[in-house]
């Protein structure tokens, strides 16, 4: 056993309090054991369920004490744990003698374990941990030349690499080209590649594999820099770099030859879907590196902290609180220092200072992987979305951008909700005394999504932790809202309603909130009974009760009673197409998303658009191969988005130059995207989508966008991205609102009687009874153009 410390029990003491915790454990057993023994039929339930509870903690006690006299018995073991397993045993007991009911007079022993230590043991117990501290981390610093923090970065970058480095695929002759990229001298002239004996002198060399160079090129983890004489100079990028550290952190994970990596690069990327041609193309491509490159962080040694320092320090301004090393500071004139040097006594002498620029509360510098000649920084803001780090778009080589960035940032998001309430303010949010379950629905109307069906108001979605719960909603509490103008509605085609908050709503959210933080106004009990706007004083039209606003779409199933019933197309079969025809007039697809928001309100309440019709397209007998080519994933895929015949609109571009533009501006997992889809992924617009898969299946009676009720609309919306694939700014395609639509180019009606849906196939009838006459297929509603014989449905079905 070890020697024992100021204020720890000598083993001794700890064997003779396990055992006599021990020892009162099974005294109160037996107590237990005693009782139940004397039992009634009415008290028998609870003296069992007493014995059975004491036993346990005496069994645990006596486990405890025989694992401390073991540990006693044995010379290498610590005194530390001959203490917990007294500390245990006198627990165990302690419990045992609570749960028989006794008193508890095991929790003395424990005041013996634990002794109160005098101020001077405790300091020198102190010293003593911290000189062990120091010995320690100056054997760790000699051994690494990094101090803790970098120690254990270098331990984070070991575990990556062992997860890392297997999946680049590479073989030892990879890290050798990056190598030669790492030393600058790695070259490539006349379609021959070589490490160049000297920096600048492009010629002669060692020889180095070009099919190795190229891979890597390709996969981005090599650049290539136009270099004298019409060389290209070949530098490995930031991720290059990244995956060279973390090869050599963990060699093991590279395979032995180049043939066992292609295999294993095969293993990995071959999937049953495939064709052989993909599966031997995509194991050749090593794959990138880019979602490891963000958790590798390259330790920093001591020497180059201090060359760090050294620089940072000589980079500083006077006047902005460094120094300059090697400038004396000035002292003051002759006629002022006789006055000034009681002052000048009475203060010490301020030390410079290099400090770094701060950053708003809340706000974090994130480092990122750094170059060889400067370090790259990122600012994450702890503020924008609750319990969650947001990362703000852009890098910066400089830690005074960055955190000019940040304060940037800071007072244009962060700083109103910081400032007080004015005046004003208050007074604005007295005016609208809210209560916590009307501030929860404005709070769901922006995080999750407000609507009223046949059956009330619901929130849907609305428990962030959760998935898929919605709770309804009281109706007078949405209808309040609604006529007070902190809500709006907005009317879909498919019969729903769904609430948003209007601008008014969102500055009294946005009040509401920081009123909160501040503690200004708090809710009221009750719903506050709020004035109605005079636009929405006649009341909130329900739906349950058959009720719609003006100019709004009355359901298929809600029809109005008052209308006379239509005439049965059975009864005058002889002008059937002249009524359908009259029908269809009478009856046209109110279409407003096809003119802006203006014109729709300029537009009287019953005029109604018909349907834009758009031609369809018929595949060639080339593009039919080409789609039947296509795996089965990928065409189901093609044909839910309708790009299995998308219609080009016409463009300035030539075809050519937008290919070039794909080839060589697009990001590689676009072009990896677009090379899945015989006709392209990302090229197309809504307005150039072409049929949808239920028309091309000759079943127009349940087309697409008959069922929904309308096209498909998109949101007008666009997002740009950097070249990591970062979105970094949105942008509005067309500012004027006009909206781009989807309407599937079958020339079934998407209105109106739905077309007769296709007869089922008849089983053969058995052999020897003749098979009885089916019935005369019914005639379709609507006439449908029948496809040509080299249709698209011939090509895909």
């Not at 009162?24 to 014995?51: F, I, K, N």
């Not at 000297?198 to 390709?218: M, N, P």
């Not at 009681?342 to 701060?358: I, K, L, M, Y």
């Not at 005079?534 to 003006?550: A, D, I, N, V």
Request: hydrophobic share 40%; proline share 8%; glycine share 6%.
């Amino acid at each position: 056993m070890t020697e024992t410390d100021f204020g720890e029990p000598t083993p001794e003491t700890c064997l003779r309090v396990a055992r006599e915790a021990a020892a009162l454990a099974t005294a109160a057993d037996d107590l237990a054991l005693s009782a139940a023994c004397r039992s009634t039929s009415r008290t028998q339930a609870h003296r069992d369920e007493v014995m059975h509870a004491v036993h346990r903690q005496a069994a645990e006690a006596e486990r405890h004490a025989a694992r401390a006299e073991q540990y006693a018995a044995d010379p290498s073991m610590p005194d530390s744990a001959l203490r917990y397993f007294a500390s245990g045993a006198v627990d165990y007991a302690v419990r045992a003698q609570e749960a028989a009911g006794v008193e508890a007079t095991a929790a003395v022993l424990r005041t013996e374990l634990e002794r109160k230590l005098t101020p001077a043991e405790h300091a020198e117990r102190e010293s003593k941990r911290r000189r062990a501290e120091a010995e320690q981390e100056a054997e760790e610093r000699a051994a690494t030349g990094m101090d803790a923090d970098n120690r254990h970065l270098a331990r984070m970058n070991a575990y990556l690499a062992e997860s890392a480095v297997p999946q680049l695929g590479w073989a030892a002759g990879h890290v050798r080209v990056l190598e030669a990229a790492e030393t600058g001298r790695l070259y490539q002239r006349d379609g021959q590649v070589r490490q160049a004996p000297e920096r600048g002198i492009w010629s002669g060399g060692r020889k180095v594999s070009r099919e190795r160079t190229q891979d890597l090129y390709a996969a981005g983890f090599l650049v290539a820099l136009d270099g004298a004489d019409g060389a290209r100079v070949l530098a490995a990028t930031p991720m290059g770099q990244v995956a060279l550290d973390l090869a050599r952190l963990y060699p093991e994970g590279l395979y032995e030859s180049d043939k066992a990596a292609y295999e294993a690069r095969y293993a990995r990327v071959a999937k049953r879907h495939k064709r052989m041609d993909d599966k031997k193309d995509a194991a050749r491509r090593l794959p990138a590196l880019e979602h490891r490159v963000s958790s590798y962080r390259r330790p920093v040694t001591l020497v180059e902290q201090e060359a760090r320092a050294a620089r940072e320090a000589a980079d500083q301004w006077e006047d902005e609180g460094g120094y300059c090393p090697g400038v004396e500071t000035p002292a003051p004139a002759a006629e002022h220092r006789v006055e000034d040097a009681p002052a000048a006594a009475a203060e010490p002498a301020a030390a410079p200072v290099t400090a770094g620029p701060s950053l708003p509360t809340g706000m974090y510098f994130l480092p990122l992987p750094s170059t060889r000649y400067s370090d790259w920084w990122a600012i994450r803001c702890g503020r924008c979305t609750g319990g969650m780090y947001t990362e703000l778009p852009g890098e910066w080589n400089d830690k005074s951008d960055a955190a000019r960035a940040a304060h940037d940032h800071y007072e244009a998001a962060h700083r109103p909700a910081d400032d007080l309430l004015t005046t004003e303010e208050i007074a604005e949010l007295d005016r609208w005394p809210l209560s916590d379950a009307q501030r929860q629905v404005l709070s769901w109307t922006e995080l999750a999504e407000v609507a009223e069906y046949d059956d009330g108001f619901w929130a849907l979605d609305c428990v962030p932790d959760r998935w898929d719960v919605n709770k309804r909603i009281a109706r007078t509490r949405v209808t309040g809202l609604w006529a007070a103008g902190l809500l709006d509605v907005h009317l879909e085609a498919n019969g729903r309603r769904r609430f948003v908050m209007s601008s008014t709503g969102q500055r009294v959210r946005r009040l509401l909130w920081r009123s909160e933080r501040q503690g200004v106004i708090e809710p009221v009990a009750k719903d506050a009974k709020l004035s109605p706007i005079p636009k929405r004083s006649g009341g909130y039209p329900l739906m349950s009760e058959g009720r719609y606003f003006k100019g709004e779409e009355r359901r298929a199933d809600d029809p109005v009673p008052t209308e006379p019933a239509p005439v049965p197309e059975a009864a005058v079969p002889a002008a059937a197409p002249v009524l359908r025809k009259a029908v269809r007039a009478d009856q046209p697809l109110l279409r407003r998303l096809f003119a802006p928001r203006s014109a729709r309100e300029q537009r009287p309440a019953p005029d109604v658009r018909t349907v834009i019709r758009r031609p369809q397209r018929i595949l060639t007998p080339e593009e039919r191969e080409r789609v039947q080519d296509m795996p089965l994933l990928n065409l189901q895929g093609a044909l839910i988005m309708g790009i299995t015949d998308p219609v080009p609109n016409s463009s300035p571009m030539p075809e050519d130059a937008g290919a070039w533009v794909r080839e060589h501006a697009w990001p590689a997992h676009w072009q990896e995207m677009e090379d899945r889809y015989p006709f392209g992924f990302r090229r197309w617009s809504m307005c150039e989508l072409g049929t949808c898969w239920n028309c091309l299946n000759g079943r127009h009676d349940i087309c697409v966008h008959r069922q929904k009720g309308g096209p498909d609309v998109d949101r007008n919306r666009d997002w740009v991205t950097n070249h990591q694939g970062r979105t970094v700014a949105e942008f509005i395609p067309r500012p004027g609102g006009e909206p781009c639509v989807w309407w599937c180019r079958c020339e079934c009606p998407k209105d109106g009687p739905a077309p007769a849906c296709p007869a089922a196939k008849k089983k053969p009838a058995p052999a020897g009874s003749p098979a009885a006459p089916g019935p005369a297929p019914a005639q379709a509603a609507v006439t449908v153009r029948a496809p040509e014989a080299d249709a698209v449905q011939a090509a895909l079905w």
